[in-house]
């Protein structure tokens, strides 16, 4: 999933933040790294978690992808974080109306919401991860710009343009003794298909 759309969509959509929305790898670098003035977000890349191939004759499989927003407030006027802890719950609200429900592209399925908790608190900050997640299909049909190994096979073979059908049976008909075709064209069939 393309973060630099979720960080550009936030610093548009929740104006608490006043644009302090960056991203990064993950949240133990935030902690020791950051100097955005609070309140800031990050936004930070989690799992993907794939379903099995759903396809018997080809590649269908469904992926969801999850992505954290962190939130970090000031907690220096309250160390017990009281203050900073019912800040976030507006802010998870103005977090749900810039993303639940959004797709980011064609390929992604509206995002989610998967929950929140806290990270940690100290006596400057407070921060709070709120995760989220979307879903996209990988597939072999697309071959203007195939996802799998076996589109990609499958597009470098010639066009079908002919069929040849051989119906070879025995004459003396299948039985216990005779059990196969004895190996003679009994009918033979050619059709001409015409150019995709």
Excluded at 15 to 20: D, E, L, Q
Excluded at 96 to 106: C, E, F, S
Aim: hydrophobic content about 40%.
């Amino acid at each position: 999933m393309n973060l630099d759309l979720i960080i550009a969509a936030l610093r548009l959509r929740c104006p608490s933040f006043a644009g302090r929305i960056a991203g990064a790898a993950q949240f133990q670098l935030l902690s020791e790294k950051t100097n955005l003035l609070v309140p800031c977000a990050y936004v930070i890349p989690l799992d993907d978690n794939p379903d099995e191939n759903r396809s018997a004759t080809g590649y269908r499989q469904r992926i969801t992808d999850a992505f954290a927003v962190i939130v970090a407030l000031g907690n220096t006027a309250d160390e017990r974080g009281q203050g900073a802890a019912t800040a976030v719950h507006a802010l998870r609200r103005e977090l749900w109306k810039a993303l639940l429900g959004w797709q980011i592209n064609d390929d992604y399925d509206g995002i989610e919401y998967g929950g929140g908790n806290l990270l940690g608190l100290d006596r400057a900050r407070l921060w709070y991860q709120f995760e989220f997640s979307a879903a996209f299909e990988i597939g072999s049909d697309d071959t203007a710009d195939p996802d799998t190994w076996q589109a990609i096979d499958l597009a470098a073979l010639p066009a079908l343009t002919e069929i040849h059908l051989d119906d070879v049976a025995n004459p003396a008909g299948i039985s216990a003794e005779n059990p196969t075709p004895d190996g003679r064209t009994a009918a033979r069939q050619r059709i001409t298909l015409d150019p995709p």
